[in-house]
């Protein structure tokens, strides 16, 4: 079965700092990750992914992510953080080791940028 | 451009009853997924539709059904609600059918209420 871990609730950074939200997965072959985030009142947006090769991934808006396939880690990075980026943020897995097709969320991290 | 639509954006209904919510996938998209992300929760994956046929299923009843259209519009149908059923449902949409690496872009929801 595939899963996913957020382990943080709730992330707190002051605008210029950098941001770092932990994501670990769970999967029985390799992993498909992908980062969302969700704004009130909204659906998902996405903002990166990691397929294959460098496990340094660039996205949308600053976000990156390092894919860690021996700590199954894929944290997301924003070396700056700005007040606008406060918003939920959703980690969410594939197995493509598998036949079962459903992407998994973690439960979500609240991050809040304050001025 | 069009993103993805859900429809309505809001609904009650009562114990008992039956509801339909639609999705109308992005331009040129041919994959639909169907998510309930409870309050406070991450998204959960109900079912996915791939030329017109559900190629993958979560952990849900089968009073949860679907449709996917010609024009790869899709429907969620749920019956005999129950109060747990109260959540937002999302649709997303992708290219590419079940076995793909492309990202999900999500509608923006419809918020159930069961009373």
């Known amino acids: 079965a595939q899963s996913v871990a957020q382990p943080e609730d709730q992330v707190n950074v002051a605008e210029g700092n950098p941001l770092t939200v932990k994501c670990t997965y769970s999967?029985?072959?390799?992993?498909?990750l992908f980062w969302y985030v969700q704004y009130p009142n909204r659906g998902l947006q996405f903002l990166l992914k990691?397929?294959?090769?460098?496990?340094l991934v660039k996205g949308s808006y600053g976000f990156e992510a390092e894919f860690n396939k021996s700590q199954t880690s894929f944290h997301l990075k924003k070396p700056s953080a700005l007040v606008s980026d406060s918003a939920l943020y959703f980690c969410a897995v594939r197995d493509i080791g598998t036949n079962d097709y459903k992407l998994s969320f973690g439960a979500g991290t609240t991050v809040t940028v304050r001025a | 451009e069009t993103g993805v639509t859900q429809s309505p954006t809001h609904l009650i209904k009562t114990r008992g009853q039956q509801v339909t919510l639609r999705c109308s996938s992005q331009s040129g998209h041919n994959t639909v997924s169907w998510y309930q992300q409870a309050l406070g929760q991450g998204p959960q994956f109900i079912f996915q539709?791939?030329?017109?046929?559900?190629?993958g299923r979560g952990n849900f009843p089968p009073r949860f059904s679907g449709l996917q259209f010609p024009n790869y519009s899709s429907e969620l149908n749920v019956n005999a609600l129950e109060l747990d059923d109260s959540a937002l449902y999302l649709c997303?949409?992708?290219?590419?059918?079940?076995?793909?690496?492309?990202?999900?872009?999500f509608g923006p929801g419809t918020r159930l209420t069961v009373l």
């Open positions: 999967v029985s072959g390799n992993p498909y």
């Open positions: 997303a949409s992708s290219f590419g059918g079940a076995s793909s690496y492309n990202e999900q872009f």
């Open positions: 539709y791939y030329r017109e046929e559900e190629n």
């Open positions: 990691y397929i294959t090769g460098d496990n």
